[in-house]
């Protein structure tokens, strides 16, 4: 069987699917995938460690990454859920435990629990803003120090990507350092769309996620600490003492880190214009519930591209259409629009980060035109 | 800084780096990676598992790369190295024994270490033959059996990255199976190179590595387990029950999986000629070591690709030459050939993997004349 001959549609069409809106490659970083296409194509002149070569200029990068976002050490890593692994496997033991908030990506669970590590979770605030407040956090975090001997880090998620809810990760990253807790701030949803200053956030550990918000292929990452922390989370070999022992030696070792190399510039640029992308999305949520039965779901108003909206109107009209749920699929494909789940009509996820009016407003009068003719059904 | 805005010199030359012959793509992967140049661009139709993603159709190619090395499981990881860490951390705890043999890859010992697990070593039969012996094998873990209970795995190099030993895996397989010590079977340089029949090897775990031999993009590779270890290795998340643990939900979700699936065809061919492979490395040997000061290491005759000479003669060119030990790097670098570690002149590694007769002599011819002139200098 021929694998991989097919096209993606989301390439070519308006992908409102927001994991993929910030991993869309530039010109310079499509030019250096082909490039670097080959296998093990970062390692023509390496010594003995990915994050010190010089040709291509990785090493030159996460020096000039690190400034970026404001840490001591950066590394590349396959992912954020990566990361995540790293950082509980070097400071945590069976029976942990770990403060995370209410909405966390499933990954940051499942990479605690593949340490054996507990998770204590701040619960958000519910329907229909799903917060997680400051005060929370503090009375969690005070609550389980009073419990447990044994609470060894913080995750709290920048954005999460559930309702694109931005934390106030200031006030909590001050909180968990007053406590003496290291805070690893998932910056998935952020580094690369916003400036982050890790120092300034009091975040002891950030992951960025490439292929999510930095333009670039996937799988890669990145993990940024203060220097207190190399000796635990970049710990020797002792019969290889130039390999780092949570990264067996080198992560990622090809392609994706070439893409996110090419990317930087942009990326470097873009985040300066954060503000414009948080007025896009304010614009195309206010349009958007100019339509009935289309509401915004999470913190009003928005600080974020990715947007969670409450549907019940395609709900009602699924229940009369011919193609049942999958119609909204159907009727968006039509109009040359991707992104959405086939078949999920009760809340719509997506984002127009990066999009121009003409395309926003399009996607707008997109979803009129399929509910006015949902509703006339 | 603009990154990555340069060439690799090894794509416009004769590559004889052995860790790169293997992975250089196909036309059918290049294109691929075009179309899925995007960060999550396998997850458009994600419905929540990437080993069960149907288009691009990852799980039909699964199913049949599991039929390709006959074992009952396969699941992508991002490399042999992630491979080997997932199964030591299902099946080991702190303080546990692994068996390895004395040519392990450094990532075997790291990932030892990473979960705090000892390792006890086969020792090769030492200069120039470096071999791993069955009866060796045999005597070590017997002797290991005697003084420790807990002893939970062993980890055999099918082939070494340091002399292209070709390990008698399928005599090693059947001690392990009677003495019940599970074998995990490191094929980063056999799978995709030549046929690979986990089931007759006894092996319960075999890792590939796809930047390394299977004609992909980097970082991909492939765990593959008998489906009695399902349990352990594929555990799921608590309270993500569709999640499996161990990869952290998803590994390989980008780029690199579609380079693997869309060279999957012409990896399936290759391994059938891996005869000729063979034949062109013993006459490659040949012609070389009629060269003074030029011997192969490691046994003989050649059973893989994976070439390393001891080569005095570069070493005593070197102390005379005005470049000192760059001179072979630069000689050859006149000549096009790329591959060679600049400064490294005691031992040569290299291989002829998928080239031509043609380019075969010119290498061959290549180093015939360095030498000549370096000798008289
Ligand atoms: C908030 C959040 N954290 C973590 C992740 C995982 O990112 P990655 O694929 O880089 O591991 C995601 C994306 O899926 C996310 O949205
Ligand atoms: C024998 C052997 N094992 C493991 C590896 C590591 O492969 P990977 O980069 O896929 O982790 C290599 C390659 O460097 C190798 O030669």
């Not at 009369?320 to 809340?347: A, C, D, Q, S, W």
Request: proline content about 5%.
């Amino acid at each position: 069987m021929k694998y991989c001959a097919e096209q993606r549609l989301a390439k070519k069409s308006l992908n409102i699917n927001p994991i993929q809106r910030g991993g869309i490659l530039t010109p310079e970083a499509k030019v250096a995938l082909h490039e670097f296409e080959d296998g093990y194509s970062v390692c023509d002149y390496c010594e003995g460690r990915l994050d010190k070569i010089n040709k291509p200029p990785i090493h030159e990068f996460l020096e000039e990454f690190s400034k970026f976002i404001n840490v001591d050490i950066v590394r590349p890593t396959h992912g954020a859920r990566e990361g995540k692994f790293i950082v509980i496997h070097s400071l945590c033991e069976e029976g942990d435990k770990i403060v995370v908030d209410g909405n966390a990506h499933y990954t940051t669970y499942v990479a605690a629990e593949r340490n054996k590590t507990d998770t204590i979770v701040v619960p958000h605030s519910g329907y229909p803003n799903y917060e997680i407040k400051v005060e929370k956090w503090k009375e969690t975090l005070d609550n389980v120090l009073d419990k447990y001997d044994n609470v060894k880090l913080a995750i709290l998620t920048h954005v999460d990507g559930n309702y694109g809810n931005l934390t106030d990760a200031k006030k909590i990253g001050k909180i968990c350092r007053r406590k003496g807790i290291p805070l690893l701030l998932n910056c998935a949803y952020t580094m690369g769309r916003m400036p982050i200053n890790a120092k300034k956030l009091k975040a002891d550990f950030v992951v960025g996620s490439g292929h999510k918000s930095m333009a670039a292929s996937g799988p890669i990452g990145i993990l940024g600490l203060s220097e207190e922390w190399e000796d635990e989370i970049l710990r020797k070999s002792k019969k290889y003492p130039n390999k780092e022992i949570e990264l067996l030696g080198c992560t990622s070792r090809g392609a994706p880190i070439v893409t996110l190399m090419a990317s930087f510039p942009h990326v470097k640029e873009r985040v300066k214009n954060w503000d414009q992308e948080v007025k896009k999305t304010r614009y195309f949520v206010k349009e958007m519930e100019k339509i009935e039965g289309i509401k915004q779901l999470g913190i009003k108003p928005k600080m974020h591209d990715l947007v969670n909206f409450e549907t019940p109107i395609f709900e009602k009209i699924s229940k009369k259409h011919p193609k049942k749920g999958y119609f909204l699929y159907h009727e968006l494909k039509k109009r040359n629009i991707t992104g959405v789940k086939p078949g999920y009509t009760k809340t719509l996820k997506c984002s127009v980060y990066r999009m121009d009016k003409e395309q926003i407003d399009y996607i707008i009068n997109s979803f009129r035109e399929i509910v006015d003719a949902g509703i006339g059904i």
